[in-house]
Nanobody, 129 residues
């Protein structure tokens, strides 16, 4: 499985962005995977934003402030999306999508992604004052 993020860039505080993650599967199906979005700011640990199960019926948000973010997936297009609204300076980070095959909860899938998931190269989001 190969993942490629896009949609990052520079945006003013209060603005919005949509990130995309496109999957290339070989020998597997996009619906085999739970997916997630993470971010890492300079000098900080990688942080969970949100995860979604294979069908999109279950999501798990990593922090209370992440109600500004909405995850979705289009299984026909093999694409994962992250809609971000009311962006703040502290949202500045490299944003990554990840995937893992996992039969349990979406929360468990996110933990498994950090250990042994498939990762994209990331897309930079910079929020200016």
């Amino acid at each position: 499985l190969q993942l490629a993020e896009s949609g990052g860039g520079s945006v003013q505080a209060g603005g919005s962005l949509r990130l995309s993650c496109t999957a290339s599967t070989s020998g597997s199906s996009f619906t085999d995977y739970a997916m997630g979005w993470f971010r890492q700011a300079p000098g900080k640990e990688r942080e969970v934003i949100v995860g979604i199960n294979w069908s999109g019926s279950s999501t798990y948000y990593g922090a209370s402030d992440n109600d500004r973010f909405t995850i979705s997936r289009d299984n026909d297009k093999k694409t994962l999306l992250l809609d971000m609204a009311d962006l703040k300076h502290e949202d500045t980070a490299m944003y990554y999508c990840a995937a893992v095959t996992y039969a349990g909860s979406t929360y468990g899938a996110l933990r498994e992604m950090l250990k042994s998931g498939y990762w994209g190269q990331g897309t930079q989001v910079t929020v200016t004052a």
